[in-house]
């Protein structure tokens, strides 16, 4: 670990994680959640449901909640086809349309737990998009999108993450990353969808030798990226001040093990950013920044420390009232049988001023 990181962090600016209880959602399932806030005033996210990080009958489901997260309805499923559905991104547009992109992954085993030969050998199949008009009751029929895996050509691993956004112009922006099987290794990016995610393009590199990317749009027009870092994981940031055509030099936030991270702005202007603990106490973390731009680095809150290992985090938050956030994420309490012992986890807290 970088030992600029290696600070103390006082009790003054350390929120109790008591101070947040943690509602299990969902049980045998919940990996990866992605929320986000539908315009009927329903909270919505995404889970990895059927198997734990790898198995052939993942699958992606649906939970709501239409009480400000304090209660959640049993889970749907969104996709469940022939092989691994997984990685999902989620979004709304201005019209109500729900986007779900995700990854297909196959090249398994007879068992359909572990994938043949080696890393190279695992396939994942394009972008794939499927569309809601009834707030995420039905969906669409699943799409490739044809010029994401042209992009790649099969010649990597590919996956969307977090929150698909919609820029004032109509253009929708999704974030991509790629592990590419030559020198490039882990590539960030951007696409962009000028029909309201039917098809995508323009592809720009946030950053290499990142992955896991949570974008925002903030009210000055600034976009920001938090992204994982392929080497240590640790969270950095970068921002676009001309609709996503150039960004700036990633700066890291995060410790290593601190990963992934979700951004959304607050009602009163400040940027909030959650994401995964995987030092001990492992669990979920919160900092703010006033604009983006500055980050306590020392100062974080901590809405859960009670995860037994380091299968656990990718926190996604919706602001549910002023200054009040539900949190989603997910943890593995028995690592030896982690579908059976995974939950999806949300906690409602209190902003601090």
């Keep these: 670990m970088n030992r600029f990181f290696l600070f103390l962090i006082t009790a003054a600016a350390l929120a109790a994680a008591a101070d947040f209880p943690n509602q299990v959602i969902t049980k045998g399932l919940g990996y990866f959640p992605v929320a986000i806030g539908l315009k009927n005033g329903d909270v919505l996210a995404v889970i990895r449901a059927g198997a734990p990080h790898i198995g052939v009958k993942g699958r992606l489901d649906l939970i709501r909640s239409s009480d400000g997260g304090k209660t959640w309805s049993a889970p749907w499923t969104a996709i469940d086809e022939q ?8 979004g709304q547009l201005k019209d109500g349309t729900i986007i ?3 990854a297909i992954a196959s090249g398994y085993d007879e068992t359909g737990l572990r994938f043949k030969g080696g890393r190279n050998d695992r396939i994942f199949d394009g972008v794939y998009l499927i569309f809601s008009k009834d707030n995420g009751k039905t969906w669409s029929k699943p799409i490739r999108d044809a010029a994401i895996h042209q992009f790649y050509a099969n010649k990597g691993h590919i996956s969307p993450y977090g929150k698909i956004i919609q820029l004032p112009d109509g253009a929708v922006v999704m974030a991509v990353y790629f592990e590419f099987f030559d020198a490039r290794g882990n590539q960030s990016y951007i696409f962009t969808s000028k029909d309201n995610g039917k098809t995508w393009g323009n592809p720009v590199l946030l950053g290499e030798h990142f992955n896991e990317t949570g974008i925002q749009r903030l009210k000055d027009g600034r976009l920001l990226a938090a992204m994982r870092s392929e080497k240590g994981g640790h969270i950095a940031i970068t921002e676009s001040t001309d609709q996503g ?3 700036s ?3 890291q ?3 290593d093990s601190e990963h992934p991270a979700d951004l959304i702005q607050l009602r009163d202007g400040r940027v909030l950013m959650v994401f995964g603990e995987r ?3 492992r669990g979920v973390h919160a900092m703010i920044s006033p604009d983006g731009r500055a980050w306590e680095k020392g100062k974080h809150i901590v809405l859960s420390d009670s995860a037994p290992n380091g ?3 990718y926190p996604s938050s919706v602001e549910v009232g002023k200054g009040k956030v539900v949190t989603l994420y997910y943890q593995v309490d028995d690592a030896k049988n982690a579908l059976a012992t995974s939950t999806s986890r949300a906690v409602v807290w209190d902003v601090p001023k």
């Design 249 to 251: 030099k990633p700066n």
């Design 83 to 90: 092989f691994d559905d997984r990685n999902p991104a989620l």
């Design 311 to 313: 299968d656990c985090g």
């Design 100 to 102: 779900l992109s995700y």
């Design 253 to 255: 936030i995060t410790a």
């Design 245 to 247: 055509k150039t960004w």
């Design 279 to 281: 030092n001990a106490p």
